[in-house]
């Protein structure tokens, strides 16, 4: 886990770097946010799936127990559920932005 850490900071600091020196520090900054939420999307949709692949490991064998997992998830599930959450970080980290401009306004 510390590896893939390590290699996802690299990538978004070398990615980073690359826009600032050919491209305008603000795209450089959206491009890199548009970078991060893509990967972090992914990996939710991904620990979204292993986890209900985990749970349906637990669960009875039989015929009845499949087809109604089959129904009460979709095949997109954990995409959607990873889409919602990332979209409220989004909007958490938006206004916790907004929040810290305000209050570096009144310091001066």
Known sequence: MPLLAGL?????AGLAEFLAKYVT???ALIGAAIATFAVL???MWGAMTL???GVSMSFPGGSA???GVWLMVPDNGPACLSAVLAMDTA???YRWNVENLRLASYVT
């Open 51 to 53: 986890a209900l692949v």
């Open 8 to 12: 996802l900071v690299s990538l978004f």
């Open 25 to 27: 520090k603000k795209t």
């Open 41 to 43: 999307t992914v990996a």
């Open 91 to 93: 909007a958490y980290l």
């Open 65 to 67: 127990v499949t087809t």
